[in-house]
């Protein structure tokens, strides 16, 4: 079956402290790979996206993500968070000729100024 | 800027009456979904167009409906919502032949309340 899971629920940093969102999925054949990013009260905004090649991408804002294909993985990573940064993050999958995108349930990211 | 845009932002309708939920877009995409996000869960896609080709996914109840009279707009009909239905409504538009074809892009969203 098609899954994606995202290790935390919630996590709560301090600013300036290192973030790691852990995010696995399950998923036959080519898949692409995408984190959004919903701030309160706001719409799903796309922070960063794999497709192919370099596994390790860069997003917006400061983010990234590495794609381990032999862990079925692709992590988010921010090496200094901010107050801003307090969001609700998801990670999801679809496969190469697009369509149905599949979430993860979602972290609550808080971070404490 | 081209845009996803979703009418109204919050909608409040009674138990069993039926209500219609409005999507535009302005990117000229020809894919457009709808989903369901509750409250503290992962959007669940409903349906899809593919141009005018309805997709419904397996598990979507038939208290949901949909149409796309053109290229610009998609509708959500709940025929009679009940408080389970209750949760955000997401529209998103991809544009196939594109080498973005598998990304999509999100509406703000239509927050549904059903007393």
């Known amino acids: 079956a098609q899954s994606v899971s995202q290790h935390n629920h919630h996590v709560i940093l301090s600013e300036a402290a290192s973030l790691e969102l852990g995010c696995n999925y399950s998923y036959g054949g080519t898949v692409n790979l995408f984190w959004y990013v919903q701030y309160p009260g706001q719409h799903l905004q796309l922070l960063l996206k794999?497709?192919?090649?370099?596994?390790l991408v860069k997003g917006i804002k400061g983010f990234e993500a590495e794609f381990i294909k032999s862990k079925f993985s692709f992590n988010l990573r921010k090496p200094s968070v901010q107050w801003s940064d307090t969001a609700e993050y998801f990670c999801a999958v679809n496969g190469n000729q697009g369509g149905k995108l599949i979430f993860g349930q979602g972290t609550e990211l808080s971070v404490k100024p | 800027d081209a845009m996803v845009i979703q009418n109204p932002r919050y909608q409040v309708t009674q138990f069993g009456k039926p209500v219609t939920l409005s999507c535009s877009q302005t990117?000229?995409?020809?894919?457009m979904y709808w989903y369901q996000q509750k409250s503290s869960q992962a959007p669940k896609l409903l349906f899809h167009y593919y141009d005018k080709d309805f997709n419904n996914e397996a598990d979507t109840p038939d208290n949901f409906q949909s149409r796309r009279p053109n290229t610009s707009f998609c509708f959500l009909d709940i025929r009679s919502p009940g408080l389970g239905d209750a949760a955000m409504y997401l529209c998103a538009t991809s544009r196939t032949g594109t080498a973005s074809y598998n990304e999509q892009f999100f509406g703000p969203g239509t927050r549904l309340t059903v007393l």
């Open positions: 990117l000229n995409h020809n894919v």
């Open positions: 794999y497709f192919s090649g370099d596994p």
